[in-house]
Nanobody
Framework: QVQLVESGGGLVQAGGSLRLSCAASGRTFRSYAMGWFRQAPGKEREFVAAVNWSDDSTYYAASVKGRFTISRDNAKDKVYLQMSSVKPEDTSVYYC??????????????????WGQGTQVTVSS
């Protein structure tokens, strides 16, 4: 079991930056691929970024590539999402998620059994 708690959301102006953090419980954090998803009102939850457990390779949705950076700190059991050059369309609730242990990343939310409660990010124009 993995428990996840996000933090760092808030209000930011378009073009600005924000860093989201996700703290994980347990001593086996390093063996989980981690992902960030987001969900805007009336829309489905969508993949944003992921980092693998085996080699820290990273993956991004086309809409955020070049603007967002996912990283993990296994010593602190945390994963981060650095958001830069944000746009109003980035406004969403952002969720941290963990895949099945020893499974590589996926862009499908169905491959992530563990979820945080979400943190709101609002980008003003």
């Amino acid at each position: 079991q993995v428990q996840l708690v996000e933090s760092g959301g808030g209000l930011v102006q378009a073009g600005g930056s924000l860093r989201l953090s996700c703290a994980a419980s347990g001593r086996t954090f390093r063996s989980y691929a981690m992902g960030w998803f987001r969900q805007a009102p009336g829309k489905e939850r969508e993949f944003v970024a992921a980092v693998n457990w085996s080699d820290d390779s990273t993956y991004y949705a086309a809409s955020v590539k070049g603007r967002f950076t996912i990283s993990r700190d296994n010593a602190k059991d945390k994963v981060y999402l650095q958001m830069s050059s944000v746009k109003p369309e980035d406004t969403s609730v952002y969720y941290c998620a963990a895949a099945q242990r020893y499974r590589d990343h996926s862009a499908s939310r169905n491959e992530y059994p563990y979820w945080g409660q979400g943190t709101q990010v609002t980008v003003s124009s």
